[in-house]
């Protein structure tokens, strides 16, 4: 389906229940996130009454495990027939907070497909299968809300969908996983070790359901492909977007950063870059970075998340705040479900996808960066005008090297200026195989 087809479908106009109607919800999932909508849901129902026009009524809960304790929960509500309770004539919202793909899609798809509007926190599910879905919402004009899958409590979906509908974005990036940024500050600031952090993170309720998406860098991909598309006007997915983890970063990785002024941050970064044919495409990419500890990234702690975004008109903005856990995230569900809920009442629908721009998703090659590589080198004469030689040799030039003795090597800290991913990466691929380079201790991207 092409982007204008899905806007002239939009137009079909949805009337609406009309004022004081109640608004059927199913919620999927009583996890961290769930339970905390529910939660809330219960305790401010008689506000979002008046916020929507109508009362919100729960149907139903779906769970995996009905032998769990569901505190504050009448048990008839509880099932784990996901499908039978969206199935209901009488559930007008679904809400998903289960987590993965495929079953996820299946039960988000057959909600759609049967009329029902549908709120997720699912990331993965989104940046995975968003044309799909968007389709589907489409054809039974309904709404698919999703503010809750990036970045937790920041309303950077819905400011991206529609308070900058009217610029032109340039570049968005920060820090998107809670999780990581916990891992990475808990190991900067205490000296903490990396699988105590993992840990705690995991306690907190920031870790998703196995926490090899946060740190392998994949969680924070599926937002960037959120981000991007939503930027952009055009679809970018989860496997458009360069992904690189943190378990690679060590805690001399860390001290290194340190005594150079930097901590290190797992960046995500969308911008507009030009391709090898000359022409404006997407670059979407994730990746451990370092950020100058002077920086407003630097002070990005905990599992806070910020959002650099630049537009045209508006210039640079910064959004910052809560990036994870359960009440966070449900801050942002129930503000989808607000929205969702009201055009139950009144009619209408939200605004959706549009990707009229399609443009090309850039090869991560023609992204221009800097590396700082950390490595040794035999200490003898000549070694030095060597590796410049390298970096040269690819028109990379050098802004800082700075040498240490280290045993009977020499420890050489090389910080390049800008060049190309691809003349970086082959440079740092030539010095590895020189016989006098004994090693290469750390390669990491400069960002902010
Ligand atoms: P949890 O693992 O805490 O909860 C998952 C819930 O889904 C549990 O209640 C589980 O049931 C239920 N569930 C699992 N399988 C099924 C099934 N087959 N049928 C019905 N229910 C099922 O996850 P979170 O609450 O942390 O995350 C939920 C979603 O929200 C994920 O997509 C995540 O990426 C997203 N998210 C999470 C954030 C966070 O900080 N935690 C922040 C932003 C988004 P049972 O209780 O019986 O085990
Ligand atoms: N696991 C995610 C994180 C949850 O740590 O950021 C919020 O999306």
Request: charged letters at 20%.
């Amino acid at each position: 389906m092409t982007a204008t087809t899905a806007n002239s479908e939009r137009s079909t106009f949805n009337p609406g229940k009309g004022a004081g109607q109640p608004v059927g919800i199913a919620i999927l999932g009583h996890g961290t996130v769930g339970s905390e909508v529910l939660r809330l849901m219960g305790e401010h129902s008689e506000a979002f009454a008046h916020r929507i026009g109508g009362p919100l009524e729960l149907k139903g809960v779906a769970v995996s495990d009905l032998s769990k304790p569901r505190e504050g929960v009448d048990p008839e509500l509880i099932t784990d027939d996901a499908m039978s309770l969206i199935e209901r004539d009488d559930v007008d919202i679904v809400v998903e907070v289960i987590g993965g793909i495929e079953y996820p899609r299946k039960l988000v798809l057959a909600a759609l497909n049967a009329g029902k509007s549908v709120v997720t926190a699912n990331k993965a599910l989104v940046a995975a299968h968003a044309d799909e879905l968007a389709d589907a919402a489409d054809a039974a004009n309904v709404d698919l809300y999703f503010e809750a899958a990036v970045a937790a409590a920041i309303p950077v979906v819905g400011m991206l969908r529609r308070s900058l509908a009217g610029d032109n974005i340039q570049r968005i990036s920060g820090i998107v996983n809670g999780t990581t940024n916990f891992i990475l500050d808990a190991m900067d600031s205490t000296g903490a070790n990396y699988d105590d952090a993992l840990a705690e993170a995991t306690a907190l309720g920031y870790a998703e359901a196995d926490p090899t998406a946060d740190v392998e860098g994949h969680d924070a991909a599926s937002k960037a492909a959120i981000l991007a598309s939503l930027g952009f006007h055009t679809r970018v997915k989860f496997d458009d977007v360069h992904c690189e983890g943190i378990t690679g970063v060590t805690a001399a990785d860390i001290e290194a950063a340190r005594e150079a002024g930097y901590t290190i941050k797992l960046l995500a970064i969308c911008e507009r870059v030009t391709d090898n044919e000359g022409r404006e495409a997407v670059s979407a990419r994730v990746h451990p970075t370092l950020v100058r500890r002077e920086h407003p990234l630097a002070a990005v702690n905990e599992s806070y998340n910020a959002i650099f975004v630049e537009a045209e008109a508006a210039g640079s903005l910064m959004f910052y705040g809560n990036g994870a856990g359960g009440a966070p995230t449900a801050s942002a569900v129930l503000g989808d479900v607000v929205g969702a809920a009201r055009n139950k009442v009144h009619g209408g629908r939200a605004p959706g996808e549009n990707t009229y721009a399609n443009l090309p998703i850039a090869d991560f090659g023609v992204v221009p960066t800097r590396y700082h590589i950390d490595m040794e080198v035999v200490d003898r004469v000549g070694v030095l005008s060597e590796v410049a030689a390298k970096f040269s040799a690819r028109g990379v030039s050098l802004k800082t090297v700075r040498q240490e003795e280290s045993g009977e090597n020499a420890r050489l800290i090389v910080v390049t200026h800008t060049a190309t991913e691809a003349d970086l990466s082959a440079t740092v691929e030539e010095l590895s195989a020189m016989p006098d380079v004994k090693a290469i201790n750390s390669v990491i991207r400069l960002g902010a």
